[in-house]
C-alpha cells in the first residue's frame, strides 16, 4: 500500500502548539490549497481547506516561524480520526500527518530598500582583503 501527499498552500490561522503525554511537540494548522480550472467560458477557483499535524523538531521549528498566512510545501499521510461524541454520534475527519513541512518565500511584496524600524542590514554584496572575515 502507499499513502503520500504532497500539498502546497497558506497556513489559514497561527499555528497551534500542544504536548503529548511523553512530551513530543505536535503543531497544528489548517493549509488553504487552491486550484483553477476553466469551466465554459469561466475561470473558476476551488478551495480546500485541510488539517495538518507535524510532530517533534520539526513541529517547535514550525510553531516558532510559521503564522497566517506563511506559504508552505507539506509531504506526508492521510489519516482518519475517527471518534464518538457526549451524545453518541460517531465523527470522523481527515488529516494529514506531516513528514516534511518546507518554508516557501511569499510573492515579493513592494517595500522601501531601508526602514527605519529594521536594525538588520543587509549582507555585502562581495568581500574585500580589508574586512576581518
Known sequence: MFNKIILIGNLTRDPEMRYTPQGTSVCSFDLAVSRKYKQADDMKEEVMF?????????A???GQY??????????GRLQQSRWETE??????RHEVVAQSVR???RKQE???????????SAPPDEFTDIEPF
Do not use: H
Open 87 to 92: 451524545d453518541g454520534q460517531k465523527r470522523s
Open 110 to 120: 513592494t517595500a522601501p530598500v531601508s526602514s527605519p524600524d529594521s536594525n538588520m
Open 60 to 62: 517547535d521549528t514550525c
Open 50 to 58: 485541510i488539517k495538518i499535524a507535524v510532530f517533534g523538531k520539526q
Open 103 to 105: 518554508f516557501l518565500s
Open 66 to 75: 510559521l503564522n497566517k498566512g506563511s506559504n508552505v510545501l507539506v509531504e
